[in-house]
């Protein structure tokens, strides 16, 4: 079993920038595909981008993400993180990481594990 816990959640302008990470319990976080979700107020928990297991390097983006944010991962410190670029009111959401023993995925049940979730709220 692992345990997630992201951090770096916070109040930004419209086309600031921010980064979250997700730490993860245990010896064994290499050996999972990572993911970041995101729920907005009233709307369903919704995929991000998700990151290969061990090294691969695989990355895949939501479409109105891709090409402003960054998913990413250290095996060693047992973390991943998600860059965010050129960030829009639209991004406000609480933003969950999650854990996957079976590959990348975009939808929530393929993740076992969960964090609690970090606010980011976008600002015009």
């Known amino acids: 079993q692992v345990q997630l816990v992201e951090s770096g959640g916070e109040q930004v302008q419209a086309g600031g920038s921010l980064r979250l990470s997700c730490t993860a319990s245990?010896?064994?976080?290499?050996?999972?595909?990572m993911g970041w979700f995101r729920q907005a107020p009233g709307k369903e928990r919704e995929f991000v981008a998700t990151?290969?297991?061990?090294?691969?390097?695989?990355?895949y983006y939501a479409d109105p993400v891709n090409g402003r944010f960054t998913i990413s991962r250290d095996n060693a410190k047992n973390t991943v993180y998600l860059q965010m670029n050129s960030l829009k009111p639209e991004d406000t959401a609480v933003y969950y990481c999650a854990a996957s023993t079976s590959g990348i995925s975009t939808t929530t049940h393929s993740y076992a594990y969960w964090g609690q979730g970090t606010q980011v709220t976008v600002s015009s």
């Open positions: 245990g010896r064994t976080f290499a050996t999972y595909a």
């Open positions: 990151i290969g297991r061990f090294t691969s390097g695989i990355t």
